[in-house]
């Protein structure tokens, strides 16, 4: 059984600070999604890691996927109250619509 | 463009009773999923549904069971419903499930009382 750890758990932070949320597996993965779920939404998809060792930017946000594709990480910078929710990361299980989501860690911003 | 909409948005049943829930996908994606949300358990796969024919299924017990309709409109239906059902049910609709971005729902938060 595959299991995606996300770390930290939960995370309370200050406006403007940066942090760092990582997702960890034993298993390789062709590829690795994160999401961010707010309070009463479905999760929404932030962006799609297929290449070992790949970065992708949006805004603020800063993604990695590990050199073995086993792990990924989420970089934000300069934090802000809208960043406040549940990021989640998951993979696609059977290449179809059926994603495996990770355990998650709640951010909050506090203005 | 509509998103996936999913009714109702609450619902309170009791112990035993049995409940459906409904979801309409985005106008063209024949993929529709079903999940769901606990605080202890995270997000879990319940199944997935493909041109009327269920594909996957996650590992969940048959009192949990869905169905999709020739306009991939799906349902979900629970039976003989326990106290430990009660989650938020997500529905994500997507275009042919494979390699294309899955569109979530607002939920149907579901309570057993």
């Known amino acids: 059984t595959q299991l995606l750890k996300q770390s930290p758990q939960f995370l309370s932070i200050q406006e403007g600070e940066n942090l760092t949320v990582y997702c960890n597996s034993s298993?390789?993965?062709?590829?690795l999604q994160w999401y961010r779920q707010e309070p009463g939404e479905g999760p929404v998809l932030l962006v799609t890691?297929?290449?070992?060792?790949e970065v992708k930017k949006l805004k603020r946000l800063t993604f990695q996927f590990g050199d073995a594709r086993k792990d990924s990480s989420l970089h934000i910078t300069a934090a802000q109250p809208g960043d406040t929710g549940l990021y989640l990361c998951?993979?696609?299980?059977?290449?179809?619509?059926?994603?495996?989501f990770g355990t998650g860690t709640r951010l909050t911003v506090i203005p | 463009k509509a998103g996936v909409t999913q009714t109702p948005r609450y619902l309170i049943k009791t112990r035993g009773q049995q409940v459906t829930l409904s979801c309409s996908p985005i106008?063209?994606?024949?993929?529709v999923s079903w999940y769901q949300q606990t605080p202890g358990q995270g997000l879990q796969f319940l199944f997935e549904?493909?041109?009327?024919?269920?594909?996957n299924k996650g590992n969940f017990p048959g009192r949990f069971s869905g169905r999709q309709f020739s306009n991939s409109r799906s349902e979900m239906n629970v039976s003989t419903l326990e106290l430990g059902d009660s989650a938020l049910y997500l529905c994500?609709?997507?275009?042919?499930?494979?390699?294309?971005?899955?569109?979530f729902g607002q939920g149907t938060r579901l309570t057993v009382v």
């Open positions: 298993s390789v993965f062709s590829s």
């Open positions: 998951a993979v696609d299980q059977t290449g179809a619509n059926n994603l495996f």
């Open positions: 890691v297929v290449t070992g060792g």
């Open positions: 994500a609709s997507s275009f042919q499930g494979a390699d294309t971005e899955a569109f």
């Open positions: 106008s063209g994606h024949r993929s």
């Open positions: 549904y493909f041109s009327e024919t269920q594909r």
